[in-house]
């Protein structure tokens, strides 16, 4: 559990920040230059703020007014920078030693085998990170962290150095990351897909400053943030695989408000439980029930909000079944087919918007199993 | 293969121990000052610069005539070192040493300063980030990814301190035996008729010291330049 209470002036901006996690993975989404960076090096020490209190797992890490501020290495966060930041001089597994070797053995957790099984870098252990490609040095560097024995993991923008194939590479490990290892993480990113695939919490950050914060699917949901914090409102709702079509490679999922049909999932049994994420800008509407559409998935609903209108966009919510869906639509048609709160519409999503981006690994409680930040 | 004289032999020997250790004396000082230079802000760093680098600028006679004044037998620095420690530097091979560091220490300096600059601070950030302390992180991280310009500096005022002349015989003058380097055994070679065969034989040597000294630099260099791994 980590509570953040923080104000310090950066240049132009001044940030002011409070929000506590706990468990699971708590993204600071924001444009860049929000202070998102700012705030995760004070969490870790990088920079000394002008007033704050931090506390991890009830410990004091800075506290202004008490003259608190334990030294960054005495801190046990581990960080994962951007650019993996490997010491070249070292190979692979003794960058992955480095942090081992500070810890001391009784709050060490985890081994190297585990950690290395995980990441999948067995194959890389011999080698010096100057011969690594973009993506093996952060699935080392984040070995590295996590041999650290960290109390908290920071990632700052760990994929945005990364080409699209990479960041396909690395997601499915970031969520066993965050499903199997009881490790909070503080997941600084200014991408949608990103955030939608792995937060669990989402903290919105706009110039310095707070502008929301909750569950992801709850702040996905909200219709008032996308004009200034260019978060692209979407659903992110959890599903269940009902069944695979084989010979027209499609997967149905079970939503709380019907069923779903999305492009084959590789490898995963029934029953599984997955998050998609339905982009606003791929959902249409339809006030009859439609027919003659090549679009696979209609639901069921009702308009359950509109949100602001300036310009030749909005969004919309809709509730069905039980699940909020958000539709992205032009003001023209909004008073063409006369929505308002009410309106009883068909939503219509095109299965083919499904892609890697938008379906993930649902987040799990880390169980017994798992590795654990009890000293072993 | 030309043989060399006696005397000819303790000027060589007698160059390469001052130059050992002129260099082996400077090397953690030099670090020292050149992380300071490098990293700290204090009042004062300006002056410490100059001091440091003013022996690259003034003419070799009159650095020689400082030491002489600071360090000989009745100078400030010389008279307490002697009464306390029993340490001579006036007229002896220590005295050449003492020259042949100042001389070579801006050089050692230079280029452990632009090693420190090229090391990526973000690697020392995240070094701390993993539980190392500020000394453990400059001696695991620091101090390896220094090492190229380290070796270099090593070097160059090594070479630098085979060649000392003017402070040297300025400081402690010209005895063959005890303060006769290299460079002094040439001058004095080429003073006296019929020493050119000499003079020629000690040349050769200073330049194939030299060569070699500049040849192991760069070899060194390219072998730890990879090690380190160069980032594609």
């Excluded at chain 1, 011999?126 to 080392?140: A, F, H, I, N």
């Excluded at chain 1, 709380?256 to 249409?284: C, F, N, S, W």
């Excluded at chain 1, 006030?287 to 639901?299: I, M, Y």
């Excluded at chain 1, 308002?340 to 068909?346: H, M, N, Q, R, S």
């Amino acid at each position: 559990m980590i509570t953040v209470d923080v104000q310090h002036r950066l240049g132009s901006i001044e940030l002011e920040a409070q929000f506590v996690s706990d468990g699971g993975v708590t993204a600071l989404f924001g444009r860049s230059g929000a202070g998102k960076t700012s705030l995760v090096n004070i969490i870790c020490g990088l920079i000394r703020p002008d007033r704050a209190h931090i506390s991890l797992d009830g410990d004091i890490l800075v506290d202004t007014k008490q003259r608190i501020f334990v030294p960054k290495h005495r801190r046990r966060i581990g960080y994962i920078f951007q650019e993996g930041r490997l010491f070249p001089h070292l190979t692979v597994r003794q960058n992955l030693l480095y942090g081992w070797w500070f810890t001391p053995a009784a709050k060490r957790f985890g081994d190297v085998d585990q950690v290395v099984e995980l990441l999948g870098i067995g194959h890389l252990l011999g080698r010096r990170p100057g011969l690594l490609s973009g993506g093996e040095k952060q699935r080392v560097a984040i070995g590295r962290a996590l041999l650290a024995s960290p109390k908290l993991l920071l990632m700052d923008e760990p994929l945005a150095s990364l080409d699209d194939a990479r960041k396909d590479e690395i997601l499915p490990y970031l969520e066993r990351l965050r499903d199997e290892i009881r490790v909070p993480i503080i997941y600084v990113s200014h991408s949608v897909p990103e955030v939608t695939r792995l937060a669990t919490t989402i903290v919105v950050m706009v110039n310095g400053r707070i502008a929301a914060a909750g569950p992801t699917s709850e702040v996905m949901a909200r219709l008032d943030l996308t004009p200034f914090a260019d978060l692209e409102a979407g659903a992110v709702l959890e599903a269940e695989i009902l069944s695979h079509d084989e010979s027209f490679g499609l997967t149905t999922l079970r939503l709380g408000g019907g069923e779903l049909r999305v492009p084959r999932l590789d490898e995963r049994q029934l029953g599984t439980k997955v998050r998609v994420h339905i982009r606003a800008r791929d959902v249409m509407i339809s006030t009859r029930a439609p027919e003659g559409l090549s679009a696979l998935n209609v639901l069921r609903g009702v308009v359950a909000e509109l949100g602001p209108c300036d310009g030749p966009i909005l969004d919309l919510r809709l509730d069905c079944g039980g699940e909020a869906i958000l539709a992205r639509l032009t003001r023209r048609s909004v008073e063409t087919l006369g929505l308002a709160e009410g309106t009883p519409v068909y939503a219509v999503i095109k299965t083919v918007g499904f892609d890697r981006q938008t379906l993930g690994a649902a987040y799990r409680r880390p169980n017994a199993a798992d590795i654990t930040t009890v000293p072993i | 293969m030309p043989t060399l004289t006696p005397e000819e032999m303790t000027a060589v020997r007698l160059s390469l121990r001052v130059a050992l250790w002129a260099t082996v004396a400077s090397l953690a000082p030099g670090l020292l000052i050149a992380m300071l230079l490098s990293r700290a802000k204090f009042w004062g760093r300006s002056i410490l610069n100059g001091i440091v680098f003013l022996p690259l600028v003034l003419p070799p006679v009159v650095t020689g005539f400082i030491l002489l004044l600071l360090f000989g037998r009745r100078g400030p620095i010389g008279a307490f070192l002697a009464d306390t420690f029993g340490i001579v530097f006036a007229f002896r091979w220590t005295g050449a040493a003492l020259a042949s560091a100042v001389m070579g220490f801006p050089l050692l300096v230079r280029a452990m300063q632009l090693s420190i600059d090229a090391v990526d601070r973000g690697l020392e950030d995240a070094a701390s980030t993993l539980g190392a302390h500020p000394v453990w992180v400059f001696l695991t991280v620091t101090l390896p990814l220094m090492l190229p310009g380290i070796i270099a500096g090593t070097i160059l005022s090594f070479a630098r301190a085979m060649g000392e002349f003017g402070a040297t015989i300025t400081f402690v003058s010209n005895i063959p035996g005890e303060t006769q380097t290299l460079p002094s055994a040439i001058y004095t070679f080429t003073q006296i008729p019929g020493g050119e065969p000499a003079a020629f034989r000690l040349t050769a040597i200073a330049v194939a010291v030299s060569m070699f000294a500049l040849l192991v630099s760069e070899a060194i260099g390219r072998v730890v330049g990879r090690r380190i791994g160069v980032e594609a």
